[in-house]
């Protein structure tokens, strides 16, 4: 095997990583501008003005989901952990069967551009699009939060530089080319990049998966014996390598799991897809598509993250800048050298452009759809003025998250860990508003609001006081200790415990539900009819 990292801890030659990540660059700020040009409306801006077809969505949904958790941080995982880092995959693939039956269809037929479209509809305006604006921005800046960093990581490690002031600086500019595609393109440009960027991952994916299976003679078994052997024990084949050391890890996995199938049907960056698309047949057809080709995907970064294991090596891969997360770019470069390192790094690098850039325009819409527009103006706002506060704010939330992704790729934290904590979020905050608003007749502003505040704060303050932050070498802030949560994932408390909120901030309230409107929002969620309308009342 070839020396993969040289003295200056680059691999592959800098000059054509940085000719690859140009050219990207280059074509999605064409396809940007061309799309800037239908941008006439808060519609165009937010929802691409509805004209997405649902094969379109549906690999738009996958670019926006196959983020660099699901190819930095699995890879990595697998290559590491062996089965218990393919988990990530199975959570992340099944949740897409509880967005599919519950959620998409129901989601796309009653709101017009956010969640809290959904939510507020037959509650106390006001107080329940603000909570939600607030959820939308928590879980955007966690997801965030992993892009950046991940961004921050490979760009290091692919160009050569080196040290705190270097990293950062490329978090700085991976922000601003983020914060210009969503001030530019709004959803129409941001969609076509994300239909890009997944086509490019699935295509780089499949070639390292044949390359890897080539050079074992297409012969699984073969691939599982080469990752034994570079590991030196069968324990990668085995469960237990990382979450079956004691009873916390289990438990543990158990919480992760449950954060990781329920939070795709809250993630706000998702939910907005689905009112891109122009009736609730297309919305049904982009989630089947979005399945197809994620699972499809997912079976790829099985045979990577095990490649990488057995070719590359784990000690190789956790010490290389990046850590964890630099496992795919280390195969890349060990199967096909300078070349197909420099595509898969390109490929990874539009990975997270496309990615922070849907999360980015999320989050702005909703602070000026939900909070400007709806609350303060209460529906009086000026043409324009909407998507004018929308831009502003993608600035501001795009500085924010380059901060924390310095601070995320200072600890050297696993994407793909990261991103499960944005689960968590979603889990606890909207799933069960959401579910019960859609199902729920007597459900209630007072329920909504209990379940959203209680959910967001339970889980994140547990996240602030477990051993993600402080009290152990990985942690965020390794030199002090205020852990006193055991487990690293919040969701297995902060889930349950949200459910319980909304059902008795409900039953413990004298207000009585609108049953006129849970009358609307029924016809409206089966049928779609008045999904064109504003949701102003």
């Given at each position: 095997?070839?020396?993969?990292?040289?003295?200056?801890?680059?691999?592959?030659?800098?000059?054509?990583?940085?000719?690859?990540?140009?050219?990207f660059?280059?074509?999605?700020?064409?396809?940007?501008?061309?799309?800037?040009?239908?941008?006439?409306?808060?519609?165009?801006?937010?929802?691409?003005?509805?004209?997405?077809?649902?094969?379109?969505?549906?690999?738009?949904?996958?670019?926006?989901?196959?983020?660099?958790?699901?190819?930095?941080?699995?890879?990595?995982?697998?290559?590491?952990?062996?089965?218990?880092?393919?988990?990530?995959?199975?959570?992340?693939?099944v949740?897409?069967l509880?967005?599919?039956?519950?959620?998409?269809?129901?989601?796309?037929?009653?709101?017009?551009f956010?969640?809290?479209?959904?939510?507020?509809?037959?509650?106390?305006?006001g107080?329940?699009?603000t909570?939600?604006?607030?959820?939308?921005?928590a879980?955007?800046?966690?997801?965030?939060?992993?892009?950046?960093?991940?961004?921050g990581?490979?760009?290091?490690l692919?160009?050569?530089?080196?040290?705190?002031?270097?990293?950062?600086?490329?978090?700085?500019?991976?922000?601003a080319?983020?914060?210009?595609?969503?001030?530019?393109?709004?959803?129409?440009?941001?969609?076509?990049?994300?239909?890009?960027?997944?086509?490019?991952?699935?295509?780089?994916?499949?070639?390292?998966?044949?390359?890897?299976?080539?050079?074992?003679?297409?012969?699984?078994?073969?691939?599982?014996?080469?990752?034994?052997?570079?590991?030196g024990?069968?324990?990668v084949?085995?469960?237990?390598?990382?979450?079956g050391?004691?009873?916390?890890?289990?438990?543990?996995?158990?919480?992760?799991?449950?954060?990781?199938?329920?939070?795709?049907?809250?993630?706000?960056?998702?939910?907005?897809?689905f009112?891109?698309?122009?009736?609730?047949?297309?919305?049904?057809?982009?989630?089947?598509?979005a399945?197809?080709?994620?699972?499809?995907?997912?079976?790829?970064?099985?045979?990577i993250?095990?490649?990488?294991?057995?070719?590359?090596?784990?000690?190789?891969?956790?010490?290389?800048?990046?850590?964890?997360?630099a496992?795919?770019?280390?195969?890349?470069?060990?199967?096909?050298?300078t070349?197909?390192?420099?595509?898969?790094?390109?490929?990874?690098?539009?990975?997270?452009?496309?990615?922070?850039?849907?999360?980015?325009?999320?989050?702005?819409?909703?602070?000026?759809?939900?909070?400007?527009?709806?609350?303060?103006?209460?529906?009086?706002?000026?043409?324009?003025?909407?998507?004018?506060?929308?831009?502003?704010?993608?600035?501001?939330?795009?500085?924010?998250?380059?901060?924390?992704?310095?601070?995320?790729?200072?600890?050297?934290?696993?994407?793909?860990?990261?991103?499960?904590?944005?689960?968590?979020?979603?889990?606890?905050?909207?799933?069960?508003?959401?579910?019960?608003?859609?199902?729920?007749?007597?459900?209630?502003?007072?329920?909504?609001?209990w379940?959203?505040?209680?959910?967001?704060?339970?889980?994140?303050?547990?996240?602030?006081?477990?051993?993600?932050?402080?009290?152990?070498?990985t942690?965020?802030?390794?030199?002090?200790?205020?852990?006193?949560?055991?487990?690293?994932?919040?969701g297995?408390?902060s889930?349950?415990?949200?459910f319980?909120?909304?059902y008795?901030?409900?039953?413990?309230?004298?207000?009585?539900?609108?049953?006129?409107?849970?009358?609307?929002?029924?016809?409206?969620?089966?049928?779609?009819?008045?999904?064109?309308?504003?949701?102003?009342?």
């Amino acid at each position: 095997m070839p020396d993969l990292l040289a003295a200056d801890a680059t691999i592959g030659n800098p000059a054509i990583n940085i000719s690859i990540f140009g050219a990207f660059v280059v074509v999605t700020l064409a396809i940007t501008f061309r799309a800037s040009r239908n941008n006439k409306s808060a519609a165009d801006y937010y929802a691409a003005g509805r004209t997405i077809t649902g094969q379109q969505n549906g690999l738009a949904i996958a670019g926006d989901y196959l983020s660099a958790a699901s190819f930095l941080g699995i890879a990595g995982a697998i290559a590491i952990y062996g089965y218990d880092g393919f988990l990530y995959s199975i959570g992340f693939l099944v949740a897409w069967l509880v967005a599919l039956l519950l959620v998409a269809e129901l989601m796309r037929n009653t709101a017009r551009f956010t969640m809290a479209d959904v939510l507020a509809f037959r509650m106390r305006q006001g107080p329940v699009r603000t909570a939600a604006a607030i959820s939308t921005l928590a879980v955007s800046l966690f997801y965030l939060l992993a892009q950046m960093a991940g961004a921050g990581g490979l760009v290091a490690l692919l160009l050569g530089v080196s040290g705190p002031v270097a990293e950062a600086l490329v978090v700085v500019v991976v922000g601003a080319l983020m914060i210009f595609y969503v001030l530019v393109g709004g959803m129409r440009g941001t969609t076509w990049v994300q239909i890009i960027k997944a086509s490019l991952l699935i295509a780089g994916a499949l070639v390292m998966t044949l390359w890897v299976l080539a050079d074992y003679g297409f012969n699984l078994s073969s691939l599982l014996g080469g990752a034994v052997t570079s590991a030196g024990s069968e324990s990668v084949l085995n469960p237990g390598a990382q979450y079956g050391i004691s009873d916390t890890t289990r438990l543990d996995f158990i919480s992760l799991a449950l954060a990781l199938v329920l939070g795709t049907a809250g993630l706000p960056h998702v939910l907005m897809r689905f009112y891109t698309v122009p009736t609730a047949k297309a919305a049904r057809t982009s989630v089947v598509w979005a399945i197809w080709l994620i699972g499809i995907f997912y079976l790829f970064s099985l045979i990577i993250g095990y490649g990488a294991g057995a070719m590359v090596g784990a000690e190789t891969i956790v010490a290389a800048p990046g850590g964890v997360n630099a496992a795919a770019p280390l195969l890349a470069f060990e199967l096909g050298g300078t070349v197909l390192l420099g595509i898969i790094a390109g490929v990874a690098f539009a990975t997270i452009l496309a990615v922070v850039a849907g999360l980015t325009i999320t989050a702005s819409a909703s602070f000026a759809h939900d909070v400007y527009a709806s609350v303060i103006k209460k529906g009086d706002v000026p043409p324009n003025g909407e998507v004018k506060v929308a831009r502003i704010t993608a600035v501001v939330i795009g500085a924010i998250s380059i901060g924390l992704g310095i601070l995320a790729l200072r600890a050297g934290l696993n994407i793909a860990f990261l991103v499960a904590l944005a689960f968590a979020v979603a889990a606890s905050a909207n799933l069960p508003t959401i579910l019960y608003t859609l199902f729920w007749k007597r459900f209630t502003t007072q329920g909504a609001l209990w379940s959203i505040y209680g959910g967001l704060i339970i889980c994140v303050g547990l996240i602030l006081f477990s051993p993600v932050v402080s009290g152990t070498e990985t942690s965020m802030f390794p030199g002090v200790d205020f852990a006193w949560f055991p487990l690293r994932n919040p969701g297995l408390v902060s889930i349950p415990a949200s459910f319980l909120l909304g059902y008795l901030g409900t039953v413990l309230t004298k207000e009585k539900p609108n049953e006129a409107k849970w009358a609307e929002l029924e016809v409206r969620a089966l049928t779609g009819i008045g999904a064109e309308k504003a949701v102003q009342h």
